[in-house]
DNA sequence: CAGTATTTTTTCGAGGCTCGAAAAAATAGA
DNA sequence: TCTATTTTTTCGAGCCTCGAAAAAATACTG
């Protein structure tokens, strides 16, 4: 239902937009921001200095930059890192980490456990997030007042409100709302995002000149994940995270998923399908549970030596991956696309049969002119994702409240 | 780039709410339209009270439901038909159509056309299309002031700001900028709009409730198209006009599509697609060029009487788009769908394969509860969808002006 | 049939926001 | 030290929305 614009909401965008141009630019001046946000010098003034008032932004003396122009040099507004903190668990495959960050974005204190994931009951698994996040918010070493949001990430699938785990290959466990929890918990708004989501912020954060309106990100790891950019915008299903490009149909029939189906992309292109293949193993083989990522790259080794099984597996693996970028694009269009994960660092293996296989396709026409950057560790872009997502989240409703969560819907017609 | 807010855009953003209520709602009184935009009476009051002096509503008096209750009655407010009218154009496989539309939405004039436009040259292609608007421009029999506005829809691939047609399969010419050459010529403001994304525009007008903010029209006919609406937005790709499910892969390397690459699933799912199963040609055979509509109801009707390869073939389609949507459903997760065109008709046909495909996938889980519509007719569809869209643009750039393309574009993260 | 209750719509003053112009501040060059 | 230049702040004007109250228009009631 499309709303109006209140008065008071002018205020408020406003203001939210002047934060994110600090965020974004580092120290921009006042100048700067009335330039970029197209707002006029007074209003500027006006809401920075409201902003420093309030202890979220602060002058940054150090005007490093000898100023070279002459005139009353510009003074760069900057983030104050005490104005906040947020927190970031990333849970991952036998694997837990959390990380608290100052408003200006440092990592001030984090800590990384080991479990089973895949065998723990469910009230362990919970109890094992709860119990982590609090040694954290109690750490006396900590001088932060308080967190003002926590920011969950795990591999698998989540609702579209970003609310809940439904099903991850992590656990056999399904729909535990760990927002919910969390926020019961701890009394601290949370979220709980999708991994490959999470990469896709922290890349367009990192690298905004490549990864800005229209991106892919592609995990290639046990499974294959995807996090997407569209038209600036995070893109996620009608109902869950979405995006599921490795549980694409790339042979109706075909390998043996981990999902249970059959002739998804990630039954071709998953560590657990290279290794299947590299070892000869039936399609129908059921997918092992984990191959460590020593295993992979020993594999990624033995395929650059020699032309056996194990470069046909990869070979498989680029075709698959190649023949499901083909579907996508019919659908998107090119885009840049990011791989990232284990496997990306075998991505000159998987590399010449993925292109063979675009060039089939929709995408085909444009296939020289994608291109391919690889990232081969995850796990820090996840929580660099995590930890961007609950600071703008502090920006834009905690320190600009009341700002409505969607500006009035346009029509289609 | 995020922009700020303007103290001026807020009058017109929410002027332009007021008459987006309005067409939306059909006669609705000062008080719903203050309840549904969340605006002021006052505010209401005010901007109406300007949006009749300026003759774009009118007070529809005949207050025809008498009043049940007590107090002073409501007085409805319409859009006046005569505050603009619009031209729709519609170019399909030797067809050509046009249309003028008043303000309400009402069709005041029309005129169709057969040409060749397989074997037309680019001029002459574009020669028709000039003369049969410029013909309706100056019908003396039409009482209107001006039109506004110019709507083109066309089969195949537009560029994704709505101004070119870059690839069509109704003719062998590509890249024709058929907005700026209507602009051009009769200096008012064209779009050059996919075919498909009309149909789903025209669906959401005709039954909000069912297409609202999720759904999928899919174009069954020569070609296979997807008009999809995704939170409430139509959804482009990056480049063009995008969302092309009949050339997502369904088998690598498969049949012979009219792309001329192979496995599209329209090269399984298309009327030459059926009609070549139906044969029992190879997959290797060229598609033929059309098969007209009478010629696919024969063969619906031979499918339904007997087991042959008539039915295998509707199954053959089936399969193909039930695996194709499959994986559409992994990247956007199930919505509804609406099956549009002439082997809409023969959904029956279509529709075991297509459940039993879709089982097998990601969409599997909800198989049963995801719901076809048909609708055999997809000309008055596009052209509802042609309409609606230019009536859209002239509601919210003339008479909402100044008003700025996107709302500040929110942070990713 | 006049008076009252009820609902819709308009009017009016208050408050808040952005803007442009002008002033103030801060620096480099002369 | 003075002047030119650039950034930032100040201040009044002009809009816009809002809430409260008034006005308008109808149904009920005795």
Same mark, same amino acid.
């Given at each position: 239902?499309?709303?109006?614009?209140?008065?008071?909401?002018?205020?408020?965008?406003?203001?939210?937009?002047?934060?994110?141009?600090?965020?974004?630019?580092?120290?921009?001046?006042?100048?700067?921001? /009335?330039?970029?946000?197209?707002?006029?010098?007074?209003?500027?003034?006006?809401?920075?200095?409201?902003?420093?008032?309030?202890?979220?932004?602060?002058?940054?003396?150090?005007?490093?930059?000898?100023?070279?122009?002459?005139?009353?040099?510009?003074?760069?507004?900057? =983030?104050?890192?005490?104005?906040? /903190?947020?927190?970031?668990?990333?849970? !991952?495959?036998?694997?837990?980490?959390?990380?608290?960050?100052?408003?200006? +974005?440092?990592?001030?204190?984090?800590?990384?456990?080991?479990?089973? &994931?895949?065998?723990?009951?469910?009230?362990?698994?919970?109890?094992?997030? &709860?119990?982590?996040?609090?040694? *954290?918010?109690?750490?006396?070493?900590?001088?932060?007042?308080?967190?003002?949001?926590?920011?969950?990430?795990?591999?698998?699938?989540?609702?579209?409100?970003? *609310?809940?785990?439904?099903?991850?290959? %992590?656990?056999?466990?399904?729909?535990?709302?760990? @927002?919910?929890?969390?926020?019961?918990?701890?009394?601290?708004?949370?979220?709980?995002?999708?991994?490959?989501?999470?990469?896709?912020?922290? =890349?367009?954060?990192?690298?905004?000149?490549?990864?800005?309106?229209?991106?892919?990100?592609? =995990? =290639? !790891?046990?499974?294959?994940?995807?996090?997407?950019?569209?038209?600036?915008?995070?893109?996620?299903?009608?109902?869950?995270?979405?995006?599921?490009?490795?549980?694409?149909?790339?042979?109706?029939?075909?390998?043996?998923?981990?999902?249970?189906?059959?002739?998804?992309?990630?039954?071709?292109?998953?560590?657990? @399908?290279?290794? #299947?293949?590299?070892?000869?193993?039936?399609?129908?083989?059921?997918?092992?549970?984990?191959?460590?990522?020593?295993?992979? *790259?020993?594999?990624?080794?033995?395929? *650059?030596?020699?032309?056996?099984?194990?470069?046909?597996?990869?070979?498989? /693996?680029?075709?698959?991956?190649?023949?499901?970028?083909?579907?996508?694009?019919?659908?998107?269009?090119?885009?840049?696309?990011?791989?990232? +994960?284990?496997?990306?660092?075998?991505?000159?293996?998987?590399?010449?049969?993925?292109?063979?296989?675009?060039?089939?396709?929709? +995408?085909?026409?444009?296939?020289?002119?994608? !291109?391919?950057? &690889?990232?081969?560790?995850?796990?820090?872009?996840?929580?660099?994702?995590? /930890?961007? #997502?609950?600071?703008?989240?502090?920006?834009?409703? %905690?320190?600009?409240?009341?700002?409505?969560?969607?500006?009035?819907?346009?029509?289609?017609?």
């Amino acid at each position: 239902m499309s709303v109006g614009i209140r008065h008071d909401d002018l205020r408020r965008r406003n203001r939210a937009m002047v934060i994110s141009a600090v965020r974004r630019a580092g120290q921009p001046s006042r100048t700067e921001i /009335a330039a970029t946000t197209g707002l006029s010098h007074s209003t500027i003034s006006a809401i920075s200095s409201d902003l420093i008032q309030e202890g979220i932004l602060s002058e940054s003396k150090a005007s490093e930059a000898v100023s070279l122009k002459r005139g009353r040099p510009q003074v760069g507004l900057a =983030l104050n890192p005490e104005a906040a /903190a947020v927190l970031t668990v990333v849970l !991952s495959l036998n694997f837990l980490s959390v990380a608290v960050i100052d408003y200006a +974005g440092q990592v001030i204190a984090e800590e990384q456990r080991r479990l089973d &994931t895949l065998t723990m009951p469910r009230d362990e698994l919970i109890g094992e997030c &709860t119990a982590i996040v609090r040694r *954290r918010l109690e750490d006396p070493d900590l001088d932060v007042q308080s967190i003002a949001r926590i920011a969950l990430a795990i591999q698998g699938i989540t609702d579209s409100h970003a *609310r809940a785990m439904l099903w991850s290959p %992590i656990t056999p466990q399904t729909n535990i709302a760990f @927002a919910d929890i969390l926020e019961g918990e701890f009394g601290i708004p949370a979220t709980m995002e999708n991994d490959c989501n999470m990469m896709a912020v922290a =890349l367009r954060w990192r690298d905004p000149d490549r990864y800005r309106d229209d991106f892919i990100a592609i =995990l =290639l !790891s046990h499974g294959i994940g995807m996090g997407l950019v569209l038209k600036g915008e995070l893109f996620t299903g009608t109902h869950s995270s979405g995006g599921e490009f490795g549980h694409m149909i790339h042979r109706p029939g075909g390998a043996l998923c981990r999902c249970g189906r059959r002739g998804c992309v990630e039954a071709y292109a998953g560590n657990y @399908a290279i290794w #299947r293949n590299a070892r000869q193993l039936s399609e129908n083989a059921e997918p092992v549970a984990d191959v460590s990522d020593a295993d992979m *790259r020993a594999l990624a080794a033995r395929a *650059r030596e020699a032309d056996g099984p194990e470069r046909e597996a990869y070979r498989r /693996a680029g075709e698959a991956l190649g023949f499901g970028l083909g579907s996508l694009f019919a659908l998107i269009d090119p885009a840049p696309v990011a791989m990232v +994960g284990v496997s990306a660092g075998a991505f000159d293996l998987i590399e010449p049969a993925l292109r063979e296989a675009i060039a089939q396709t929709a +995408g085909g026409q444009h296939s020289g002119s994608i !291109s391919f950057d &690889t990232e081969p560790n995850e796990l820090p872009l996840i929580r660099e994702g995590c /930890a961007m #997502r609950a600071l703008s989240f502090v920006d834009q409703e %905690i320190f600009a409240p009341g700002i409505q969560a969607k500006p009035g819907k346009k029509d289609v017609a």
